[in-house]
Nanobody, 121 residues
Framework: QVQLVESGGGLVQAGGSLRLSCAAS????????MGWYRQAPGKQRELVAS???????NYADSVKGRFTISRDNAKNTVYLQMNSLKPEDTAVYYC???????????????WGQGTLVTVSS
């Protein structure tokens, strides 16, 4: 069964940096789009950044210039480098992947369990 395992969350002061990682495992698949979403208390989950297999990226306006998404296709891993963090970046960050499962020949969307990022002022 395909699963996403995230790491890298934690507590950081405003202006600091964190790097999130998310690795996919559990079968034979081809990952198309990978992305990071976040959900702050009392708010809806929102897209932070996404990256397609070819490398093109998309960012929320609120993180442009501060966050960088990248991926290693050989390792089925996506990263989110977060710089100049602000208190309003505090949220649970979720990894997301849209992939094609080779054995079943079906598309599948998978979510990670979430990792908490807390930015103190």
């Amino acid at each position: 069964q395909v699963q996403l395992v995230e790491s890298g969350g934690g507590l950081v002061q405003a202006g600091g940096s964190l790097r999130l990682s998310c690795a996919a495992s559990g079968g034979l698949f081809i990952i198309n789009t990978m992305g990071w979403y976040r959900q702050a208390p009392g708010k809806q989950r929102e897209l932070v950044a996404s990256i397609i297999r070819g490398g093109s990226t998309n960012y929320a306006d609120s993180v442009k210039g501060r966050f960088t998404i990248s991926r290693d296709n050989a390792k089925n891993t996506v990263y989110l480098q977060m710089n100049s963090l602000k208190p309003e970046d505090t949220a649970v960050y979720y990894c997301n992947a849209n992939l094609f499962v080779i054995i079943t020949k079906r598309d599948l969307e998978v979510w990670g369990q979430g990792t908490l990022v807390t930015v103190s002022s």
